[in-house]
């Protein structure tokens, strides 16, 4: 699957792109990560790509031409998806990335500033929310979206790590969208008892007896029990 970012910081995201999981699928060309700088269309020698609001107020507003010009320059395949992201837009949640993960290609505006030229919702899709806050540009929602919708591609994730995922990403349980489905048994590891020091006090956590025990059963029982 093919991501295409629109950003005027192109280089924003490389270190959290090029580790882990995320490293390997591009490595094994599962996913690809293009980046594209509507400076690249900017007229003057300052490559300015924003401007002053009409009807006057605070900020500056990212031009339309620039964004339009990068836009036309991307090759789109016949499964695109065009989104912008917007504080105010669609909540990006599971349901809407095991639709992502349908594409072939998903192409995102990052808009910087007060916001982007609004005529540019001609050209686009959706708007898209990672959340209910405000960030000062779309390159976190990006890697957010890239890592979630990347993780639901087949041979992204290890066996093991699929498994656990499919535990919840099934798609009427999604359709959900009840928080339920992202409850998760608690997980231990050695060691098996786990010695502190707090305000002078010697102190100990262990972990829970049955899953020591080796009876796959109960378990098996405890865990649907806790899970949280
Ligand atoms: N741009 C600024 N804040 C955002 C958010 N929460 N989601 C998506 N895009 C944004």
Known sequence: MKFDLITIFPHILDSYLNESILKRAQKKKLIKINFHDPRQFAKDRHKTVDDRPFGG???????LEPLYKTLKKIKYTKKSLVILFDPAGKKFDQA????????????????RYEG???????FIDEKVSIGPYVLSGGELPAGVIIEAVSRLLPGVLGNQESLREETFTSNSEIRNQKSEIYK?????????????????QKKKLAVPKVLL??????IREWRARNKK
């Open 116 to 122: 982007v030229d609004a005529r540019i919702e001609k």
């Open 184 to 200: 998760e048994y608690p997980h231990y590891t050695r060691p098996e008892v786990f010695k502190y020091t707090e305000k002078g």
């Open 57 to 63: 107020g605070p900020g500056m507003i990212m031009k």
């Open 96 to 111: 809407m990335a095991k639709k992502f993960s349908e594409l072939d290609q998903l192409i995102m505006i990052s808009g």
């Open 213 to 218: 025990s080796g009876n796959h059963k109960e």
